[in-house]
């Protein structure tokens, strides 16, 4: 029975401590939050858990084997590294660290304390994305050409990190998981539109070796929701609506072929493919549910999580170079061959 | 009575001999296209007009006054120059030239003659796209803060110009319509997946004074057909979805507002107004129909057409730039603050 | 402080509870159900609630003010009689009983003893159904025309009623609330294609006095999921679409005219209007939040419910009227003028 | 080469003119319409043809072979008789005529003279409904349960007949092509909100032997345009959208299934399957067209039309019925074991 400490009962914390207390070889036994009616809230529904506006007593008590931090970004370096070194295995929400320093600090102190470390990449663990990646790995779409994304909405601004934090980290953090490859270079645009706030709306293409494309579009003041992504392949492609109350993935055998020998610039080259479409159907488990359950199982049995500590610090290392991107206007940042391979875990490997 | 002759009877020269042939005070005498078979159709269509596939016997025909040019890129600016030469007036097919030499020396032509030179850009001859101007004109949106178009579908590829010049076109004239701005510099990216062929996926993000950006997305190789512009300001924003069947535009009274004193990180800062949307009728004509009674109109009254060719000019320029930058990766380039205005324009006006 | 009892802890009971302990002056002392799972996991949630299998030791509680009654149809009205007896205020979930006789001897049941008698309709508790009527009763659309509604999905399939008592109950009630008239007549189709089932399927036609004319559909067993009502009028007309996330509420102006001396049959008579499309915004609570606290105040005040049991009874008699003429193939029944007004309530007011 | 005459040149006419003139063994020779402008306009368009405001000089004019019909329904019995006792074969648009007798006494002029009797129900020849077809016939659907449409939009009001042989024709014409069975009653309401005009909204349930039952929405008043049908089976469903840009046709793994041996009311008799969802790809040739070459095709061969004119008359006996249970709102109006069989036709087969 793992024993869960949540700190942080705003947005996020309540899905983490509904979903902990929900699996069947763990609880939540302590709540931290700076502000005392949340904690009211808390113990309403839970009355045998322990509150408490102090994050390091939770982390200090011995009824807590791990950690899970759902504060501002600006606080997860020192809570994560603070539970770290207090023995205690972390579960961090997305992203990481306010940066790749922070995020590598902590995946080498968690390797060398032997303690997981795992980000809350929460889409990772939905059906729609485990399915996509078994489509192209299995080599369904053939060569991937492009990933187009859109995430867009009015609201929640954040006051700490700008959009590219909030939303593209998801992005980001799919790619990571369905594509390929991974990218070498980044070219970022975007603003803020209310004075003394983060940028509020992003434009990020990311490049890859060879003619992989991949770009995402974020917005905090958008009219509509859209939550929408395009993959293209040479063979089929795919529409990912995570909008639709049913139906999220649909997969086009749509296409093009060029012909070999053209003899006329009038004369078609390019041939259009338009054949069936398919909606697969995928597992509609919560994402968070899954998620927990597979901490859970990592904290038993000392194992790598699928989104673990690295994997955290080479989204971080994107939205960086993303970020300085954008500040400069477009101009393209190189992103290192080893993004999210420090040296000592490539020696490990 | 106007006599129109249209050089090019392919995919959109039909659509102009048929707005032509059925304005009161236009008729259409001669069509020329390289292919046989299409004269032939053409010719069975409408008896009455002469074809050839010589576009110059057309230019120097006495029964055109005007002549309409619906060919690849690569001709406009030969059959465009060659027909004001002749002494008459030119309706060109969007982009108007290859490049922005080519576009500014058919400017200058046909100023220096007095002939009317207008550019095909269509959508600024819908309703849709008039009522945008109209709303932001009369200052229902408050401050534009962005300006956002996604233009995908599968094909048609072109062979002598990349998605930019086919498809960006569109966005870029709209926004020169109904901004009240214009674009300072731009970043683009975007690539090639077809060996041998232009681009065929590009994003170009416009800067402009001020907080205000802009976005086209522009695509020939999506599995679905998306035509959706975001405008959003200060007081409202609008959805505009070409492919609707009815209520193509949407405005939402939605927005945000920053509060003034913030005494605590954690206190919200940024409020939210979610109010009602708003569909307003407009003019549903066709058009091409506005548009070639537009050009009637300018040549029997010597006016200057709403997209005449000093707009097709700034439109080419933008054009170059994103090109530019798009080979570039991301690279700023910065637009003259002039752009679109040739001196001796500035002189004259 | 009314102190709630709720029977029935399956799908609908969770939500009475949380909504329930959510009111201010509402506490829920105890939760009966048969399964003791259900029990447990009520318990687990809310330690301080009494439970108990026996809904007759619920009803008995002096700690228990009034009751809500979540269980299948077949045991509303043992239930809610046993809890009127006992001098309890009563909730019951939708429909009322399992025919008019039960439902009239529930009316007077409470109106004998000054209970209330509350139908859980939950759907005139949303913004969205109040906004309608609003708009109705302004005149806004002018003469109602007709009232058509399509509530389509695959399953639930309930055993103890069919597809009318469990969905067009919903219906039934919302044009009971919106339109301005009471219907005279009814006309029903429908059919079971699971043997030994109740029908899965059902078509009503609701005849008023009038040209006004009203049509429901109602499936379980449809692929996919609606919920749409139209309204159409004289004036304007309206599309409530319930899955819309956003702008479930549309209405129209759009319409026709007929001309006064139409000269030839070739002639067009009609004109047709088309004006701007507006989705008004309008109250998002959780409508049983809404209805909760209507219940307590009702309670506390002694008041006359919105949906009380003689409306429940109105749509109970439309239900049998509708089922009787299902089972003849559309034979048209009559409602009595006086449907849902028994005599001593006509006598009080 | 086949001679076509077409009668009548308003709506529907010039699409007739337009696919005859396109088909490689078709030609229009004669058209004829009772106002001159639209005669002058199919001159301008099509110069060899002749014109006439005399329908009965076309019929008689050698150089016609067959006469296409379009013009109101009141005409269609007497022009379609003339014709077919001038020899000449006939195409009449839906419905074939105004009453049964009509019909019938066409279909045997038909038969007698070996002339060619063809109705023109479009949506036959479109690639969605023979994709149905296939589908039904190939038993992927199952059992089937219901059939679904509704078929609704604003205008056009017609003058000499109601809403259900305008709009219901298209549905019934459907299922006759598409469904295994025949229906053997019908109850069906509807009313005319404009005085003195014909019904223009109308609901008809049609019943079949066994569970099968369909129902069909027709509406000339709607806010908003639908065309869609849901056709049941106990295997998969059929979701067929019209007004769809692409992906028309969607079939659902979707069904239930009933335990065998419930031990308890409470506990879930039926289960629920949901697996992916496909949507077919099919032939988009435009159905008039498919139409024209099929007509064309039965004359050269003396062939029989898959929508010949026994189908046209087993339809208005439907709509015949449906008007008659109609107009006394919902009663049950049984249709003959052999609707649409007269008996010399079932003599001959």
Chains 1, 2, 3, 4 share one sequence.
């Not at 084997?65 to 205690?88: C, N, Q, S, W, Y």
């Not at 610039?265 to 509609?284: K, N």
Request: glycine share 6%; aromatic share 8%.
């Amino acid at each position: 029975m793992i024993r869960v400490g949540v700190i942080g009962y705003g947005y996020w914390g309540p899905n983490l401590v509904r979903n902990f207390a929900d699996q069947a070889d763990a609880t939540v036994t302590v709540v931290s939050d700076q502000l005392a009616e949340r904690l009211t809230l808390a113990q309403r529904r839970y009355p045998a858990i322990r509150v408490t506006t102090d994050p390091f007593d939770l982390i200090a008590d011995p009824a807590v084997d791990a950690v899970a931090i759902a504060t501002p970004v600006a606080f997860h370096f020192e809570l994560a590294m603070a539970a770290l070194r207090a023995g205690k295995h972390v579960l961090v929400e997305k992203p990481l660290a306010a940066n790749s320093e922070q995020a590598l600090r902590l995946v080498e102190e968690a390797e060398r304390r032997g303690l997981v470390l795992m980000v809350d990449h929460t889409f990772i663990y939905t059906g729609a994305v485990r399915k996509i990646r078994e489509l192209i790995a299995g080599g369904a779409l053939g060569e991937i050409y492009y990933y187009d994304s859109v995430r867009i909405n009015l609201g929640l601004f954040q006051h700490d990190v700008n959009v590219v934090w909030d939303l593209a980290v998801h992005d980001l953090s799919i790619m990571d998981y369905v594509l390929p490859a991974r990218p070498v270079a980044v070219s970022a645009t975007g603003i803020s539109h209310l004075p003394g706030q983060p940028e509020n709306v992003a434009y990020i293409t990311l490049f890859f070796a060879g003619s992989l494309i991949a770009h995402v579009h974020v917005n905090w003041l958008s009219p509509v929701k859209v939550r929408r992504t395009l993959i293209g392949g040479s063979e089929k492609m795919i529409v990912y609506d995570d909008l639709e109350p049913s139906e999220k993935l649909k997969v086009y055998d749509k296409g093009v072929t060029v012909g070999q020998h053209p003899e006329d610039v009038y004369e078609l080259l390019v041939s259009y493919r338009s054949g069936d479409m398919w909606a697969p159907r995928f597992d509609t488990t919560e994402a968070l549910r899954t998620e927990a359950h597979h901490f859970v199982e990592c904290v038993e049995r000392g194992a790598r999580p699928e989104t673990d500590g690295l994997e955290g610090l080479r989204i971080v290392r994107i939205m960086e170079a993303a970020e300085q991107s954008l500040r400069a206007r477009g101009k393209l940042v190189e992103l290192p061959a080893d993004v999210g391979e420090p040296e000592m875990m490539n020696a490990e490997r």
